[in-house]
Nanobody, 125 residues
Framework: QVQLVESGGGLVQAGASLRLSCAAS????????MGWFRQAPGKERAFVAA????????AYSDSVKGRFTISRDNAKNTVYLQMNSLKFEDTAVYYC??????????????????WGQGTQVTVSS
Protein backbone atom coordinates (compact mmCIF):
# COMPACT_ATOMS: atom_id res chain seq x y z
CA GLN A 1 0.00 0.00 0.00
CA VAL A 2 1.27 3.47 -0.92
CA GLN A 3 -0.16 6.76 0.34
CA LEU A 4 0.45 9.93 -1.66
CA VAL A 5 0.05 13.52 -0.49
CA GLU A 6 0.48 16.46 -2.88
CA SER A 7 1.39 20.00 -1.89
CA GLY A 8 2.64 23.22 -3.43
CA GLY A 9 -0.36 24.33 -5.44
CA GLY A 10 -1.63 27.88 -5.42
CA LEU A 11 -2.68 30.95 -7.37
CA VAL A 12 -0.06 32.55 -9.60
CA GLN A 13 0.09 34.88 -12.57
CA ALA A 14 0.87 33.71 -16.05
CA GLY A 15 4.61 33.35 -16.56
CA ALA A 16 5.31 32.46 -12.95
CA SER A 17 6.68 29.21 -11.55
CA LEU A 18 5.48 26.68 -8.99
CA ARG A 19 6.94 23.49 -7.62
CA LEU A 20 4.58 20.71 -6.65
CA SER A 21 5.64 17.97 -4.25
CA CYS A 22 4.24 14.50 -3.75
CA ALA A 23 5.22 12.77 -0.54
CA ALA A 24 4.90 8.99 -0.67
CA SER A 25 4.67 6.70 2.32
CA UNK A 26 4.87 2.97 2.30
CA UNK A 27 7.66 0.47 2.54
CA UNK A 28 8.24 0.11 -1.19
CA UNK A 29 7.34 3.59 -2.40
CA UNK A 30 10.78 4.07 -3.92
CA UNK A 31 10.24 1.11 -6.24
CA UNK A 32 7.30 2.65 -8.08
CA UNK A 33 7.21 4.72 -11.22
CA MET A 34 5.47 8.01 -10.49
CA GLY A 35 3.30 10.24 -12.61
CA TRP A 36 1.62 13.63 -12.51
CA PHE A 37 -1.80 14.14 -14.03
CA ARG A 38 -4.12 17.11 -14.11
CA GLN A 39 -7.83 17.65 -14.42
CA ALA A 40 -9.49 20.90 -15.40
CA PRO A 41 -13.21 21.50 -14.81
CA GLY A 42 -15.33 19.61 -17.31
CA LYS A 43 -12.34 17.76 -18.74
CA GLU A 44 -10.89 14.29 -18.35
CA ARG A 45 -7.80 13.63 -16.29
CA ALA A 46 -4.78 14.21 -18.51
CA PHE A 47 -1.19 13.01 -18.38
CA VAL A 48 1.44 15.59 -17.51
CA ALA A 49 4.69 13.77 -16.73
CA ALA A 50 6.14 10.53 -15.39
CA UNK A 51 9.43 9.32 -13.96
CA UNK A 52 10.75 5.81 -13.46
CA UNK A 53 11.88 4.42 -10.10
CA UNK A 54 15.45 5.69 -10.37
CA UNK A 55 14.71 9.08 -11.88
CA UNK A 56 16.75 8.17 -14.92
CA UNK A 57 13.86 8.06 -17.37
CA UNK A 58 11.12 10.64 -17.82
CA ALA A 59 8.21 11.37 -20.12
CA TYR A 60 6.15 14.52 -20.73
CA SER A 61 3.01 15.52 -22.52
CA ASP A 62 3.58 17.78 -25.51
CA SER A 63 1.72 20.61 -23.77
CA VAL A 64 4.27 20.88 -20.94
CA LYS A 65 7.48 19.68 -22.58
CA GLY A 66 10.22 22.25 -22.13
CA ARG A 67 8.35 24.05 -19.33
CA PHE A 68 7.82 21.37 -16.67
CA THR A 69 10.38 19.06 -15.08
CA ILE A 70 9.60 15.94 -13.07
CA SER A 71 12.15 14.61 -10.61
CA ARG A 72 12.31 12.43 -7.52
CA ASP A 73 14.33 12.09 -4.35
CA ASN A 74 13.98 8.51 -3.18
CA ALA A 75 15.80 9.26 0.07
CA LYS A 76 12.90 11.60 0.89
CA ASN A 77 10.24 9.48 -0.83
CA THR A 78 9.19 12.60 -2.71
CA VAL A 79 8.43 13.40 -6.34
CA TYR A 80 8.52 16.94 -7.65
CA LEU A 81 6.99 18.77 -10.57
CA GLN A 82 8.76 22.02 -11.34
CA MET A 83 6.43 24.16 -13.44
CA ASN A 84 7.88 27.18 -15.23
CA SER A 85 6.34 29.70 -17.63
CA LEU A 86 2.87 28.81 -16.41
CA LYS A 87 -0.05 29.52 -18.71
CA PHE A 88 -3.73 30.06 -18.03
CA GLU A 89 -4.45 26.67 -19.62
CA ASP A 90 -2.30 24.96 -16.97
CA THR A 91 -5.05 25.70 -14.44
CA ALA A 92 -6.25 22.38 -13.01
CA VAL A 93 -6.18 20.08 -10.04
CA TYR A 94 -2.86 18.23 -10.16
CA TYR A 95 -2.63 14.64 -8.97
CA CYS A 96 0.35 12.42 -8.40
CA UNK A 97 0.07 8.69 -8.95
CA UNK A 98 2.15 5.56 -8.42
CA UNK A 99 2.56 2.67 -10.84
CA UNK A 100 3.70 -0.66 -9.40
CA UNK A 101 5.80 -1.28 -12.53
CA UNK A 102 9.03 0.61 -11.74
CA UNK A 103 10.18 1.32 -15.30
CA UNK A 104 6.97 1.91 -17.22
CA UNK A 105 5.96 5.51 -17.87
CA UNK A 106 2.32 5.08 -18.85
CA UNK A 107 0.38 8.18 -19.91
CA UNK A 108 -2.93 6.48 -19.03
CA UNK A 109 -4.55 7.01 -15.62
CA UNK A 110 -5.84 3.42 -15.43
CA UNK A 111 -2.26 2.13 -15.40
CA UNK A 112 -1.60 3.69 -11.98
CA UNK A 113 -2.58 1.92 -8.79
CA UNK A 114 -2.37 4.70 -6.20
CA TRP A 115 -3.45 8.34 -6.25
CA GLY A 116 -3.13 11.41 -4.10
CA GLN A 117 -5.99 13.75 -3.23
CA GLY A 118 -4.84 16.49 -5.61
CA THR A 119 -3.64 20.07 -5.28
CA GLN A 120 -5.18 23.06 -7.06
CA VAL A 121 -3.08 25.16 -9.43
CA THR A 122 -4.69 28.34 -10.70
CA VAL A 123 -2.95 30.56 -13.24
CA SER A 124 -4.41 33.99 -13.81
CA SER A 125 -4.00 35.55 -17.25
Amino acid sequence: QVQLVESGGGLVQAGASLRLSCAASGRTAGNYAMGWFRQAPGKERAFVAAVNWSGGSTAYSDSVKGRFTISRDNAKNTVYLQMNSLKFEDTAVYYCAADRNPDKLPPIPDEYEYWGQGTQVTVSS
